[in-house]
T-cell receptor, first 113, second 112 residues
């Protein structure tokens, strides 16, 4: 298996633009997680899905952020409108049923100018 | 609020030394705990997973221990190598859906 695949690897955009980050989890995994990593706050869980259903989105910073998982093999994290403080590395991870190892993608480095 | 602290924040050692990285967490009712490694500009790689009922896990030169009652975990690296240089992150989880809370990390540099 190719592992968790994220795209794009790098995204540079201007303030106010819409940004969409994409994730393909490992086939057969039924849990998917979105994280954000910054120097100031470290790694933070934004939202996680179980069987395509959002279970906990308490980490989503504000309404500008939204996440979807239309099927078991694809998820998106959208920021609209983007702001400079959204600049970070966004990671997607997947795992089998709860309690198991999480496998991380390589991340998307987002820069909002 | 659950908090996770890792000590030391950075560590620089010569090749061959045995190392201990420390992790402490404020709420002892964890579900499990994972240790990850992160290389610069890369994602995270899971090293070891310890269930709350376990005391330790071993993989090659790595050994992780868990003391739930005191809210502590340690990662022991034997005979360190330059390839071990990375940031090591501790992540306990609370609740059944593996909601990880990451520590601040220990940045390790092993010199040849």
């Amino acid at each position: 298996d190719a592992g968790v695949i994220q795209s794009p690897r790098h995204e540079v955009t201007e303030m106010g633009q819409e940004v969409t980050l994409r994730c393909k989890p490992i086939s057969g995994h039924n849990s998917l997680f979105w994280y954000r990593q910054t120097m100031m706050r470290g790694l933070e869980l934004l939202i996680y899905f179980n069987n395509n259903v959002p279970i906990d989105d308490s980490g989503m910073p504000e309404d500008r952020f939204s996440a979807k998982m239309p099927n078991a093999s694809f998820s998106t994290l959208k920021i609209q409108p983007s702001e400079p403080r959204d600049s970070a590395v966004y990671f997607c991870a997947s795992s089998l049923a709860g309690g198991n190892i999480q496998y991380f993608g390589a991340g998307t480095r987002l820069s909002v100018l | 609020k659950q908090e996770v602290t890792q000590i030391p924040a950075a560590l620089s050692v010569p090749e061959g030394e045995n190392l201990v990285l420390n992790c402490s967490f404020t709420d002892s009712a964890i579900y499990n705990l994972q240790w990850f490694r992160q290389d610069p500009g890369k994602g995270l790689t899971s090293l070891l997973l310890i269930q709350s009922s376990q005391r330790e896990q071993t993989s090659g030169r790595l050994n992780a221990s868990l003391d739930k009652s005191s809210g502590r975990s340690t990662l022991y690296i034997a005979a360190s190598q330059p390839g071990d240089s990375a940031t090591y992150l501790c992540a306990p989880s609370w609740g059944g859906f593996q909601k990880l809370v990451f520590g601040t990390g220990t940045r390790l540099l092993v010199s040849p």
